[in-house]
């Protein structure tokens, strides 16, 4: 069975920082296909923001390089986005996703909200 928790989520001022952390319960890190970070601000669309998979490597949300980086402790099974630098429009529900292979489905968490103040 497969579980992800997120927490970390706030309220900060723009310009500030956050750390979001994801743990995933199942499948190994460092084992499954892929894994990422999705954000859905009101009336607007799933995006992606951060993911990682085994056959492409890490890929970042135009909207976020250089301001978040995605990375993950394999003995805590967790994952993480540190995210700097943060802008108003980065204010959005935060979700972890975890495909553990290539032929699953996508596993979500419950989400954190991150609000950020101009």
Request: hydrophobic share 30%; aromatic share 10%; glycine share 12%.
């Amino acid at each position: 069975q497969v579980q992800l928790v997120e927490s970390g989520g706030g309220l900060v001022q723009a310009g500030g920082s956050l750390r979001l952390s994801c743990v995933v319960s199942g499948p190994r890190l460092h084992t499954v296909s892929r894994v990422g970070w999705y954000r859905q601000a009101p009336g607007k669309e799933r995006e992606l923001v951060a993911s990682s998979a085994s056959n492409i490597g890490t890929n970042y949300a135009d909207s976020v390089k250089g301001r978040f980086t995605l990375s993950r402790d394999d003995g805590k099974n967790t994952l993480y986005l540190q995210m700097n630098s943060l802008k108003p429009e980065d204010t959005a529900s935060y979700y972890c996703a975890c495909r553990p292979y290539p032929w699953s489905r996508d596993y979500w968490g419950q989400g954190t909200q991150v609000t950020i103040s101009s």
